[in-house]
């Protein structure tokens, strides 16, 4: 048996993405399983619930399993036991990471804006169809990757891919539904600080230095006022786990920009990254993957 299974904290790209492999594999003749790298978020729970689907189970460790890794390639950030495990196939649109094969592997990463964008390709490719709700399910993934077309990572391959999916799923609204996620994904009363810095995390090893960056997306970030403290405390905690340094994106999808916060050993951090800046409020900044991780292994690299 071979397990589809997405990074640590999984996002609903790694959640949809291992789903919709495993379909395509199905239908090439290819046993496998979506699995989860952990419990999958409220904004996942709505999309899966919507379109009818089920919630993957987890897998707690991967050792001695045959794996294909979706949406990421970095051991950092994958399940446990992904060293000795065989990774057979890698469907990413990130950097390459630093996962090790030990027999031959089929892989595909292409720097678009979301993993299933790359897995509807894959599908055209094979000349498969795609069922109305995995079509749904891979259509919000772009959506939540892409923040409704607003993140710079983007592409027209992505939008063209929300066109066809749409169509199959027969969502006549997508900017609407992209809208409804996010305000689920924004409803953020009665979530621990513990759950709000871990929803979408991710740690770096940047030049041998562990780096965290966490990102939440909001439709108003006036839904977090007055918990900056609890989430620096929750921040704070993590970087005394062994880590240089912590960052959370608090990024505004109506207002198009972020507030950075930051915890590290050194008090400038952000500044000297990111630039001289009073209230950590950066215009524009809406992607980890392009404008933040970048910049971060620049700096530590
Ligand atoms: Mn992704």
Avoid at 50 to 72: Q, R, S
Avoid at 98 to 127: A, M, W
Avoid at 237 to 253: P, Q
Wanted: with cysteine.
């Amino acid at each position: 048996m071979i397990y589809v299974i997405g990074h640590k904290s999984p996002d609903s790209d790694s959640v949809c993405s291992a789903i919709a492999v495993t379909e395509l594999k199905r239908q090439l003749g290819i046993k496998c399983e979506a699995r989860v790298a952990g419990d999958i978020n409220a904004e996942s729970k709505f999309i899966l619930e919507k379109f009818g689907m089920e919630v993957p189970e987890v897998l707690d460790n991967a050792e001695d399993e045959d794996i294909i890794l979706v949406d990421h390639s970095d051991l950092s950030q994958g399940v446990d036991g992904l060293e000795e495990a065989r990774v057979v196939g890698i469907v990413d649109h990130h950097k390459l990471g630093d996962v090790e094969t030990s027999v031959p592997v089929e892989v595909l990463i292409r720097p678009l804006g979301c993993t299933c964008t790359i897995i509807k390709g894959l599908f055209d490719y094979y000349r498969k169809e795609i069922s109305k709700d995995i079509a749904g399910i891979m259509l919000c993934a772009i959506l939540s990757d892409s923040v409704i077309f607003k993140s710079p990572t983007c592409t027209d391959e992505d939008r063209d891919a929300v066109a066809d999916l749409a169509k199959i799923a027969g969502v006549g609204d997508v900017e609407g539904l992209g809208m409804e996620m996010f305000r689920v994904k924004s409803d953020v009363e009665g979530t621990s600080a513990k759950d709000l810095v871990m929803g979408d995390y991710k740690d770096f090893n940047m030049g041998g230095k562990k780096v965290g960056v966490g990102q939440l997306e909001l439709v108003d970030l006036k839904m977090l006022d007055g918990r900056e403290d609890e989430l620096l405390e929750e921040m704070e905690r993590l970087k005394d786990d062994g880590r240089d340094a912590v960052f959370l994106m608090l990024t505004d999808i109506m207002r198009e920009g972020t507030m950075l916060l930051c915890v590290s050993r050194d008090a400038g951090l952000r500044e000297e990254v990111f630039g001289e800046n009073e209230d950590g409020w950066y215009d524009g900044m809406m992607s980890r993957k392009k404008q933040v991780v970048p910049k971060l292994e620049e700096f530590f690299g």
